[in-house]
C-alpha cells in the first residue's frame, strides 16, 4: 500500500491550495480516510476525513476553510484549504485504513502517505 501526498508548497497569506492524496494498493472507495497535519514542534492534528459510508468529518476549528472530495475514478482524495495563514504551515498527511478511526486516535491509522508541505509566508 503507498498513500502519496502532494500539492504542497510556499503560498502567501490568504491565498488557497488543494492537497492531492492517490493510493496504491488501497481502496479509498469503501474505506476510510483522513487528513491530519503537524507543524513544527506541535502534536499531529487532525483536520478532515471520509468513512467507508462517505460521511464527511472536518474538524472544528477547520469548517468553514476546508472541504474534502474524493475521485473514486482516480482513487484520489483531496483537500482543499482557503484562506491560509500562518497558522497552517505544516507538513500534511493523508492516512487510511478499513476503520473510520476518528481524529483522536491517530495511531490506529494504517497506511500513511510521506506528507507534503505547506508554508504561508505572511
Known amino acids: 500500500v503507498q498513500l502519496v501526498e502532494s500539492g504542497g508548497g510556499l503560498v502567501q497569506v490568504g491565498e488557497s491550495l488543494r492537497l492531492s492524496c492517490v493510493a496504491s494498493?488501497?481502496?479509498?472507495?469503501?474505506?476510510?480516510m483522513i487528513w491530519v497535519r503537524q507543524a513544527p514542534g506541535k502534536e499531529r492534528e487532525a483536520i478532515s476525513g471520509?468513512?467507508?459510508?462517505?460521511?464527511?468529518h472536518v474538524a472544528t476549528s477547520m469548517k468553514g476553510r476546508v472541504t474534502i472530495s474524493s475521485d473514486n475514478a482516480k482513487n484520489t482524495v483531496y483537500l482543499q484549504i482557503n484562506n491560509l495563514s500562518p497558522e497552517d504551515t505544516a507538513v500534511y498527511y493523508c492516512?487510511?485504513?478499513?476503520?473510520?478511526?476518528?481524529?483522536?486516535?491517530?495511531?490506529?491509522?494504517?497506511?500513511w502517505g510521506q506528507g507534503t508541505q505547506v508554508t504561508v509566508s505572511s
Open positions: 471520509i468513512g467507508s459510508d462517505g460521511q464527511e
Open positions: 492516512a487510511g485504513d478499513t476503520v473510520m478511526y476518528g481524529f483522536r486516535w491517530l495511531g490506529a491509522w494504517t497506511y
Open positions: 494498493g488501497f481502496t479509498f472507495d469503501g474505506n476510510s
